[in-house]
């Protein structure tokens, strides 16, 4: 295959980033404009200071050209962050975060940390999330069965990090492990 | 660690030698063991490659000695701590501890055999959660180069690799490195 290895089995962060680019957000607009038809729906109008709900590919768009507040998912405050990071660091299992939040975050963080309450603690505090995560992941590894991972509520970004490895080190796990033996003896039977 | 037939793999590791006893004379085999003697003698000692092995045991003309990776000693080191013993280095050059170890389960018998294939894997996944925690930790290979101290362990560790872990290790590296450079990357036109 004309493909290299590493982008055959997992969508690559960048991949990730454009898929999240069809999640809506919503905006408070700068400027004016009737309502636009686009190939994903309708959008608009654009009213300031009247808030409305466009993809996440348009609202950065806008926002790099400064036309536009992304006003950020409520899960972006500094109280719900330490209120999941108390969480993971204090429970066995991964806690409950939206399935996109790696790539969301740090989007808004790059491109609007104006538009977000104390844009530099919510930035240590996903690090501090992200990396509780890791190492749990990591624990879990023990676990690890030929058939399945025993991993809830991991999200996408994790998972393709941990894609290649998980399922090669399963695919060994499976070759290690001996079925009960199958009457094969004859075939060597002189 | 498959048995099939375009694995690189399978052939490398069918290069590895066991010590095999004949039961019985041979024939015109003599030249095997570099004697003067036509005939191969019965209770001959002979490393015989584990492409040939198989057939010699199953036809019982040889019985075999436990190699020295899988003796008691070897396994019950692993068994006491996995991430202690270099197994890639009993193995000689490849370091195809499993493979080998695999071919060698094929080989055994029932409750033998059982115990080997556990033994094997719980020492692959005794050793899962360091070989991702070091991958992960040795994303940038420039850098990994000039730190120390403390590092002595994680160190060896990884000189005692196996063929199969390293592939692992490659892995889990490559796209670790891939996400790092994700989250340090801007879409910000400055």
Known sequence: ?190 | MDNEYYSLEAIISENQKIDCTFQLEVPELGYLDNSADENLKALTKLPLPCWLAPTMLYAEWASFNMPRPFNNLVQNAVVAEPRSVKIGALVGENGRWYSFGKMIVDLLDDPESKKLADTLKLTFKGRLPDLMDQAQHFTGTASAATRSGGEEVGAEFRSGLDAAERELFVLAQESSRQVKAWYESSDRIR
Request: contains cysteine.
């Open chain 1, 1 to 190: 295959m004309a493909l290299p290895p590493n982008l055959r089995q997992a969508p690559t962060p960048q991949e990730l980033e454009y898929i999240t680019g069809e999640m809506i957000v919503a905006i408070e607009p700068l400027f004016r404009m009737e309502k636009v038809r686009l190939v994903s729906g309708v959008y608009g109008p654009f009213r300031p200071p009247a808030k409305t709900k466009v993809p996440m590919w348009l609202a950065q768009s806008l926002k790099l050209k400064r036309k536009c507040r992304i006003v950020p998912p409520d899960w972006v405050t500094v109280d719900f962050l330490s209120l999941r990071l108390q969480e993971e660091t204090s429970q066995a299992g991964l806690s409950k975060m939206p399935f996109r939040y790696a790539e969301v975050a740090k989007v808004l963080l790059d491109i609007a940390p104006d538009d977000i309450m104390e844009p530099d603690r919510i930035r240590i505090l996903l690090k501090d999330i992200r990396e509780a995560r890791q190492a749990k992941c990591r624990e879990l590894l023990r676990s690890l069965d030929s058939a399945y991972a025993p991993i809830e509520n991991l999200c996408s970004m994790e998972i393709s990090e941990v894609r290649l490895f998980f399922s090669s080190a399963m695919n060994i796990i499976g070759k290690l492990t001996v079925e009960p033996a199958p009457a094969e003896e004859d075939m060597y039977d002189f």
